[in-house]
């Protein structure tokens, strides 16, 4: 079965600083997806930034950007000139295409990342 | 706002109750998902629908239930809640079943049995 893991329970960073947060993760498939979603104080799950396996180029999105280590089973997000808006529970997702026509996300136990002013 | 929407948004209950979490998907979407959310269990998958059929299954217990009706709404079932079954519910759509679909999250049904 497929895991996420995310090592870091908590990060604190001052405003406009860069973080990276780590993910790793287990499987034996070759082609997959990945995706990082954000929790605010809200709770809305809102996706920040997805991967796919066969692209080795790293996937960017304005501030947030991966990178992806295929070999190493690795997944890592950086956050550039956080703002106090990024503050939230980032969580790791894995999405596992089960059988045609089926599938599920695999989810971290998440990072809570506090940005201080 | 994703445009998945979830209904209630809060519900209290006592245990051995039944209830019922409805989720209406994004315009367009045909796969809808749930997924329960608690302190000792993280985000966990429970089910797959795709155009009204059942198509992958995880970690949901017997005592719970869903499907998806014609107009691509989906109802999730809890009966015969336990103390344990408190947690955020969420709801997610994609467009289709192609294995890379981005799945879109709804604001999630807290509850709480007591």
């Known amino acids: 079965a497929q895991t996420v893991t995310q090592s870091q329970p908590e990060m604190s960073v001052q405003e406009a600083e860069t973080v990276t947060l780590s993910c790793t993760y287990d499987?034996?498939?070759?082609?997959?997806?990945l995706f990082w979603y954000k929790q605010p104080p809200s709770r809305q799950m809102i996706l920040v930034i997805r991967q796919e396996a066969y692209k080795q180029q790293n996937a960017t999105e304005n501030r947030f950007s991966v990178n992806f280590q295929k070999a190493a089973k690795s997944f890592s997000l950086k956050i550039s000139d956080s703002q106090l808006g990024d503050t939230a529970m980032y969580f790791c997702?894995?999405?596992?295409?089960?059988?045609?026509?089926?599938?599920?996300?695999?989810f971290g136990q998440g990072t809570r990342l506090t940005i201080n002013p | 706002d994703s445009g998945v929407t979830q209904t209630p948004k809060h519900l209290i209950t006592a245990t051995g109750q039944r209830v019922t979490l409805r989720c209406s998907p994004r315009?367009?979407?045909?796969?809808v998902y749930w997924y329960q959310q608690s302190l000792d269990q993280g985000l966990q998958f429970l089910i797959q629908y795709y155009n009204g059929e059942e198509r992958a299954k995880g970690n949901i217990l017997e005592r719970f239930s869903a499907q998806q009706f014609p107009d691509l709404h989906s109802e999730l079932n809890l009966s015969s809640l336990e103390l344990g079954d408190s947690a955020l519910y969420f709801c997610?759509?994609?467009?289709?079943?192609?294995?890379?679909?981005?799945?879109?999250f709804g604001p999630g049904t807290r509850l709480l049995v007591l």
């Open positions: 315009s367009g979407d045909l796969s």
């Open positions: 499987t034996s498939e070759s082609n997959y997806y």
């Open positions: 997702a894995f999405s596992s295409y089960l059988i045609q026509g089926a599938q599920k996300l695999v």
């Open positions: 997610a759509s994609s467009v289709g079943v192609a294995g890379d679909e981005t799945q879109y």
